[in-house]
């Protein structure tokens, strides 16, 4: 199957890439409670026909990340600092209106539990139709057909009768389906898909990423991919950056990521990984202790509590400032102290010692 390209959409249209996102924090200030920040100085780009890696286990800030990205943080109780520009426009402060017009229109986003994120009550083909008719010029018996025309584009079989139906009585991996088509519905030219197949079985799984892959491929779509899954990284994305502690940790080439881990975390996360060339019923290895097991990056290096390479100029009080993101090669930045030399053995253990 493959999708056929799609017009551009009317925004974005500028030089460089789709999305440009320098600094952006996120705090989260609840009255009577200390303000926490949930994304710290996260920049990274998206150029058109590429996909973008947002990686790190649950609670690291992938997904306010998104939201942040999407406009779709509530005003009161949060601050979004940084920026965010969508092919040149900047959307931190902009206001409600332009987000609007923008998502749906030319930024989409699919979530991870598609069933939250479609009217029960509604059928199917009507929810793809009213994004078309929202966003497109086109009248109630075209956009009847172009929802039919997309439920097939995604691999949804006999998608006339499915238009009829509801959301409850589709598959989880057809629900998606569905929503991917209606993100699709407006030829977007970015999409954030925020763990779209961590509730699907993992058949399913790779015919969405599929479909992911070739809706990049042959439309030229800007993609964020944000998972706690370096499988699916491993399949989909050209760049990756691992979030830890709402802040990017390593960034690098997705090949580069894999072959050579350089941050203990990452390499943690590849350790914790079933590899096909590993050996048979080698052991995996999980990063000991939990997301919770963390310090404020105020007082050094957030991962410090878990790792193994931990040094005493890893905490603030020893090195003076906190630890910075640095450029480690070309197109790699990294952040800590004492990297990993080797990547992980074939057993599936993290690299022993540290770059002195
Ligand atoms: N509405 C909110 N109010 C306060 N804290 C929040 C809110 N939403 C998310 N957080 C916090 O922000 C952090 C990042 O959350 P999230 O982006 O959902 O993580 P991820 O998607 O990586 O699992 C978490 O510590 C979470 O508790
Ligand atoms: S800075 Fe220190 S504690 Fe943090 S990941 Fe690197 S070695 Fe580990
Ligand atoms: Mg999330």
């Not at 017009?7 to 600094?23: K, M, N, W, Y």
């Not at 969508?86 to 332009?98: I, S, Y």
């Not at 010029?137 to 998608?159: F, K, M, Q, W």
Request: glycine share 10%; charged share 25%.
């Amino acid at each position: 199957m493959s999708i056929e390209a799609l017009p551009a959409g009317e925004a974005a249209r500028a030089d460089g890439p789709v999305l440009q996102v320098d600094d952006l924090s996120v705090t989260f200030t609840r009255r009577g409670e200390a303000p926490t920040r949930a994304v710290d100085g996260v920049s990274f780009a998206v150029d058109a026909g590429e996909t973008v890696g947002l990686v790190g286990e649950s609670g690291c800030g992938k997904s306010v990340t998104s939201l942040a990205v999407m406009g779709l943080l509530p005003r009161r109780g949060v601050r979004v600092g940084g920026s965010v520009r969508f092919g040149g426009v900047e959307l931190v402060g902009a206001p409600d209106r332009t987000l609007r017009d923008l998502r749906g229109a030319d930024m989409a986003m699919v979530f991870q539990d598609p069933l939250s994120s479609l009217n029960p009550v509604v059928p199917i083909g009507t929810q793809v139709t009213e994004v078309l008719l929202e966003h497109r010029d086109v009248s109630r018996g075209e956009a009847a057909d172009e929802a039919t025309r997309l439920l097939d584009r995604v691999g949804i079989p006999d998608p006339g009768r499915r238009l009829k139906e509801y959301p409850h009585q589709l598959s989880g991996g057809m629900r998606q389906r569905a929503l991917i088509a209606m993100a699709l519905a407006c030829s977007p030219r970015l999409l954030i898909a925020d763990e779209p197949t961590t509730a699907l079985d993992v058949t399913i799984q790779a015919q969405i990423l599929e479909l992911l892959r070739e809706l990049v491929v042959d439309t030229g779509t800007a993609l964020v991919m944000i998972t706690h899954d370096l499988g699916v990284v491993a399949g989909l994305c050209d760049r990756v950056h691992v979030m830890y502690a709402g802040r990017i940790i390593e960034s690098a080439d997705r090949h580069d990521l894999f072959a050579r881990p350089r941050h203990p975390y990452t390499g943690g996360l590849l350790a914790s990984v079933p590899r096909l060339d590993g050996a048979r019923g080698a052991p995996l290895t999980p990063i000991r202790g939990s997301a919770r097991d963390t310090i404020p990056w105020a007082e050094g290096c957030a991962f410090a509590p878990r790792c193994d390479h931990a040094q005493d100029d890893c905490l603030t009080e020893v090195s003076g400032s906190t630890v910075p993101l640095e450029h480690d090669g070309p197109a790699r930045e990294l952040r800590c102290r004492h990297p990993l030399r080797r990547p992980p053995s074939a057993t599936g253990a993290t690299a022993s010692g540290a770059a002195r």
